[in-house]
């Protein structure tokens, strides 16, 4: 999965990084996710940013992340969980 998440940083971070602050603030950064968390409470502009991210490309690396990505953010807003990493 890292190599994965760097392919999707480095798309954001060539492709308008200021519209992805949850996606590369807290989601693909450079560093170890043990214990990292969204709360439902961002979940939803977690959505926005993955369907804005889903518009920007035809990759099919970047469009399998973002496919898992709403499939746990969908999970969140069904239970009112957070999504852990």
């Known amino acids: ?4 998440l760097a ?3 480095e798309f954001l971070e060539r492709n308008s990084p ?4 949850l996606f590369l603030g807290r989601v ?3 560093g170890t996710h043990t214990g990292d968390s969204i ?3 961002d979940v939803p ?3 926005v940013e993955t369907q804005r991210l889903q518009g ?4 099919l690396l970047i469009l399998q992340f973002t496919s898992d990505i709403t499939e746990l ?3 969140s807003i069904s239970t009112g969980n957070p999504i852990v990493f």
């Open 1 to 4: 999965m890292g190599t994965s």
């Open 7 to 9: 392919h999707v940083r």
């Open 18 to 21: 200021n519209s992805f602050p």
């Open 28 to 30: 693909v950064y450079d």
């Open 39 to 41: 709360t439902a409470g």
């Open 45 to 47: 502009q977690l959505l």
């Open 56 to 59: 920007m490309t035809s990759d």
């Open 73 to 75: 953010a969908e999970a």
